[in-house]
């Protein structure tokens, strides 16, 4: 997937229903904080930062640092290296 070039509020803007909307307003901000990263367009998925990935077998491409998809059923978060890796420092944060 290549970048859009689309505005970024544009299309949180033609997101449905208003709290998706809001949750998209929300994410975007703290995202953008989070990374230090412009948000940019990739479809109709919002991705800050930039990295290139290469499976074992071969394969390749890029993928956003953070990244979510505000879609009507729900916003879909998209994490580079998965949820796994975050698990435990998470739980480690939350508590200090």
Known sequence: MQPTGDDVA?????????????????????????????PQTWGSII??????YRYPTGTEGDSGILSFA???AATT?????GVDA???SAATRACT
């Open 10 to 38: 544009g299309l949180i803007a033609r997101s449905s229903p208003a709290v998706r909307r809001r949750d998209a307003e929300t994410l975007t901000a703290l995202l953008q904080d989070i990374t230090g990263r412009e």
């Open 47 to 52: 991705r800050f930062g930039s990295c290139h």
């Open 70 to 72: 505000p879609r009507k």
């Open 77 to 81: 978060i998209y994490l580079l290296d």
């Open 86 to 88: 975050w698990v435990e």
